[in-house]
């Protein structure tokens, strides 16, 4: 009994530390903005998630009623402070961060320790990049935001809906992989266009190295079309494309190593020769427009083409 109770001890223990962690990672970046939003820092953050991962502790154990005394208190507090510094204009970005910290907390004490860590990025992420955020959002068109929904139907609602079955000639056709192939075009058009709105046109080889780790067929395909499209993105989208194809020579290696070494080894010089004989075409036949493309005389149009991408994907697969 001694000694179970020794490692629960411990587990509460390593769980209250990690829940002073993250809280202590938000706490940070709201302290950084105590200026303009003083309802709680560095010191109150790390309470509050460790309220949340003791509230469900003795809610376990002890008494049903914590946990509902501690959270309802909690959004009191908050509902509060909201009222109070409502008159400053300072939005309620802390408040609900504060509600949250608290349900990570109680997620730690349930295990849920990866999408605790998740959930503490993405808030910390959104939180840090606020003046990031709200320019690009101000750029945004109606159209571009039916553009995101378009693309959110199509990686979210669709794609689960399609049955994974092969059918025609051979059985050579799949509609759920065929999808697939139309998500991956629609992802990196998307990210191009992300990219473009927010950073310009010297930002698009970026596209090349993600895209570079699914498809780099997928990336020659979607940048040769922006640079038709947009002269101005020639150098760019050559230097995306010649990123995704080292990408994908990278990734042979690794795979190939995985699978057996002798074959990993068999391939990797003449990959790495390919890869830097990609790059330093590129750079010598565009140099002069790497450096001096100036984003700023791009039209950007609404990029979003689903029948583009289903061509694609039909003609992939």
């Known amino acids: 009994m001694e000694l179970n109770l020794q490692v629960i001890n411990l587990d509460l223990l390593i769980k209250i530390l990690l829940s002073l962690t993250l809280g202590l990672i938000i706490g940070l970046e709201r302290e950084h903005r105590a200026r303009t939003e003083a309802f709680a820092g560095i ?21 049903e009623g914590i946990f509902y005394l501690t959270f309802g208190a909690l959004v009191l507090f908050t509902v509060i402070n909201f009222y109070l510094e409502y008159s400053k204009d300072i939005g309620i970005t802390t408040e609900i961060t504060s509600l949250l910290s608290f349900i990570i907390g109680v997620l730690i004490y349930y295990n849920y320790i990866y999408i605790s860590i998740f959930l503490t990025i993405i808030i910390t992420l959104l939180l840090a990049l606020k003046s990031t955020l709200e320019p690009f959002a101000k750029k945004l068109s109606q159209e571009d935001i039916f553009s995101i929904l378009k693309f959110i139907l199509i990686t979210a609602v669709i794609y689960p809906l399609l049955p994974d079955k092969n059918f025609g000639l051979f059985d050579a056709f799949n509609l759920k992989d065929i999808w697939k192939v139309v998500i991956i075009v629609s992802t990196l ?22 895209g570079g780790l699914v498809s780099s067929t997928a990336v020659s395909y979607e940048l040769a079309k922006k640079a038709k499209k947009y002269n101005e993105l020639t150098a760019t989208a050559a230097l995306g494309i010649a990123a995704a194809w080292t990408i994908m020579n990278f990734r042979v290696i690794v795979l190939a190593a995985i699978i057996n070494i002798e074959i990993a080894k068999l391939v990797f010089l003449p990959l790495i020769i390919t890869s830097i004989f990609y790059i330093i075409v590129i750079f010598y036949r565009y140099k002069k427009e790497i450096f001096k493309e100036n984003s700023e005389s791009i039209n950007i149009q609404n990029p979003y083409e689903l029948l583009s991408a289903i061509q694609f994907g039909i003609i992939y697969a």
Do not use: V
């Not at 010191?43 to 008494?63: D, H, M, Q």
């Open 189 to 210: 058009d998307f990210i191009g266009y992300i990219l473009l709105k927010w950073k310009g046109g010297k930002t698009i080889w970026i596209t090349g190295i993600i």
């Open 43 to 63: 010191r109150t953050f790390p309470l509050i998630t460790t309220l949340g991962c003791l509230s469900a502790f003795i809610y376990e154990n002890y008494w």
